[in-house]
């Protein structure tokens, strides 16, 4: 079947535009996950979705960062103002439920550069 | 904090040999761990997990890791690498305050010698 699709695959924006970057997951999959990949670093948690509900949200970098997701299924990641270390490749990954016994599947990643 | 820490930032080998990536943890309890691989343009694919039992894990792909408490170590290890196996790896420990949340190392660059 389908995996986690992402898209665009690559944004290239200027400072100060906002940008949005959408994940859908595998269709029944009722976990959502946010994640930023910075050159030479591991994974960054950013934010998870249990179905629509977005119950923690610390790990997002600032309040210029926002996420949501509709139907429990397609999420979006919006980034306002952006600036030049939010360049980074953003995954996405889902998994059945929100437990870490549950395989979570990764998308390809959006890859984000501000110039 | 927690963390995890894979040494290596690359390893070159050449194609059919073996293969060892280094990860070690900090974990107060008996942790979960995943190894990770990310072929270039695709997503992150999970090659094994250890949650308790066993302490070596077989995997897909031909790979297979030892949880090592005393060591806090979790190496992943392949007899015999085919040129496809380039790629990045990635080791990952359970959050220990988190029932979702995972803590990434920096990875580790797998090249293929011909």
């Known amino acids: 079947g389908a995996g986690v699709s992402q898209s665009p695959s690559n944004k290239v924006t200027e400072k100060g535009k906002d940008v949005e970057l959408r994940c859908d997951p595998i269709s029944g999959h009722t976990a959502l996950y946010w994640y930023r990949q910075s050159l030479g670093q591991g994974l960054e948690f950013l934010i998870y979705f249990q179905g629509n509900s977005a119950p923690d949200k610390s790990g997002l970098p600032s309040d210029r960062f926002s996420a949501e997701r509709t139907g429990g299924s397609v999420s979006t990641l919006t980034i306002q103002r952006t600036q030049q270390e939010d360049s980074a490749v953003y995954l996405c990954?889902?998994?059945?439920?929100?437990?870490?016994?549950?395989?979570?599947?990764f998308g390809p990643g959006t890859r984000l550069t501000v110039t | 904090a927690q963390s995890v820490t894979q040494p290596d930032i690359h390893i070159t080998v050449s194609e059919g040999a073996s293969l060892e990536l280094r990860c070690n943890y900090s974990?107060?309890?008996?942790?979960?761990l995943f190894w990770y691989v990310q072929s270039p343009g695709q997503g992150l694919q999970l090659l094994l997990k250890?949650?308790?039992?066993d302490t070596l894990v077989q995997g897909i792909k031909g790979f297979e890791a030892e949880f090592k408490r005393s060591q806090s170590s979790f190496n992943l290890r392949k007899p015999s690498v085919h040129w496809s196996d380039a790629a990045e790896y990635f080791c990952?420990?359970?959050?220990?305050?988190?029932?979702?949340?995972?803590?990434w190392g920096a990875g580790t660059k797998l090249i293929i010698k011909p």
């Open positions: 974990y107060g309890a008996t942790p979960y």
């Open positions: 250890y949650f308790s039992g």
């Open positions: 990954a889902s998994s059945l439920l929100i437990d870490i016994s549950y395989e979570q599947y």
């Open positions: 990952a420990v359970g959050a220990d305050d988190s029932n979702y949340q995972l803590i």
